[in-house]
């Protein structure tokens, strides 16, 4: 079963290939995914997320969902000094680092419920697989048609950081200003949850984020630095780059 549809901002596309598995879990994957962006996108006024950062909702008033994000988003700017921060000074909430690997997680979750045992459900280019071996290509930082990694996986999921797609979007919360130091970092985690969010926090940090991420459980580390040197993790599973397509 395949299936590729619009929704975040970005293109989703799910791969299953147990014969057995009904298109029902795919509508699950992909009703969740809307609803997630419903409740949880900062630029949708009426969203959950948008009454929270206007100081509409109190914490007691928030859903279980939101009550996770919000611890997520709070750990991980601790973890970072600051740097990570979903809180930035002068607007509004925006916990889109986190929910994306969050809401994506969650809905390989609904295929693993419905049976699917062997399945990749890619997100913008941040991937979670079942069942592998899967081969996951990055991006090159400066080449669009390139890749300058290919990741093999099992159970479990990729995330890349990077400015190639939409600029300086990512800021160093102790600065207020884009984060610099690193052209791309791709993190290789058990869930995309942790790896997106690993990602973004590292990307945030600059040229310390390398070594942060590196000392997060379970996470491996691709990155390129703003000198364009490759550093990578001894444990990164790096696969034959002619076997794989691009993410």
């Given at each position: 079963?395949?299936?590729?549809?619009?929704?975040?901002?970005?293109?989703?596309?799910?791969?299953?290939?147990?014969?057995?598995?009904?298109?029902?879990?795919?509508?699950?994957?992909?009703?969740?995914?809307?609803?997630?962006?419903?409740?949880?996108?900062?630029?949708?006024?009426?969203?959950?997320?948008?009454?929270?950062?206007?100081?509409e909702l109190a914490r007691r008033?928030?859903?279980?969902?939101?009550?996770?994000?919000?611890?997520?988003?709070?750990?991980?700017?601790?973890?970072?000094?600051?740097?990570?921060?979903?809180?930035?000074?002068?607007?509004?909430?925006?916990?889109?680092?986190?929910?994306?690997?969050?809401?994506?997680?969650?809905?390989?979750?609904?295929?693993?419920?419905?049976?699917?045992?062997?399945?990749?459900?890619?997100?913008?280019?941040?991937v979670v697989t079942s069942g592998?071996?899967?081969?996951?290509?990055?991006?090159?930082?400066?080449?669009?048609?390139?890749?300058?990694?290919?990741?093999?996986?099992?159970?479990?999921?990729?995330?890349?950081?990077?400015?190639?797609?939409?600029?300086?979007?990512?800021?160093?919360?102790?600065?207020?200003?884009?984060?610099?130091?690193?052209?791309?970092?791709?993190?290789?985690?058990?869930?995309?949850?942790?790896?997106?969010?690993?990602?973004?926090?590292?990307?945030?940090?600059?040229?310390?984020?390398?070594?942060?991420?590196?000392?997060?459980?379970?996470?491996?580390?691709?990155?390129?630095?703003?000198?364009?040197?490759?550093?990578?993790?001894?444990?990164?599973p790096k696969a034959p780059a002619?076997?794989?397509?691009?993410?």
């Amino acid at each position: 079963m395949r299936r590729v549809e619009h929704v975040m901002g970005f293109p989703v596309s799910l791969r299953i290939d147990d014969p057995d598995v009904p298109g029902s879990a795919a509508d699950a994957v992909f009703r969740w995914l809307r609803e997630a962006d419903e409740r949880f996108s900062p630029f949708k006024p009426g969203s959950e997320v948008s009454r929270y950062g206007r100081g509409e909702l109190a914490r007691r008033e928030l859903s279980a969902d939101l009550a996770e994000v919000l611890d997520l988003c709070a750990h991980y700017r601790t973890a970072t000094g600051g740097a990570f921060d979903a809180w930035p000074p002068g607007r509004s909430f925006d916990p889109c680092a986190i929910v994306k690997g969050w809401s994506v997680q969650r809905a390989a979750g609904l295929l693993t419920a419905a049976g699917a045992r062997r399945f990749c459900l890619n997100a913008g280019g941040d991937v979670v697989t079942s069942g592998g071996p899967w081969r996951v290509g990055v991006r090159h930082p400066e080449h669009a048609d390139r890749l300058c990694a290919v990741v093999e996986v099992t159970d479990g999921a990729v995330a890349t950081s990077a400015r190639y797609e939409r600029g300086d979007h990512i800021v160093d919360g102790r600065t207020g200003r884009p984060a610099t130091g690193l052209l791309s970092l791709t993190v290789v985690a058990p869930t995309l949850t942790v790896a997106d969010a690993v990602a973004t926090a590292a990307f945030a940090l600059g040229a310390d984020g390398v070594g942060w991420a590196a000392d997060q459980d379970g996470c491996e580390v691709f990155a390129v630095d703003s000198d364009r040197r490759v550093l990578r993790t001894a444990g990164f599973p790096k696969a034959p780059a002619e076997r794989a397509a691009a993410a």
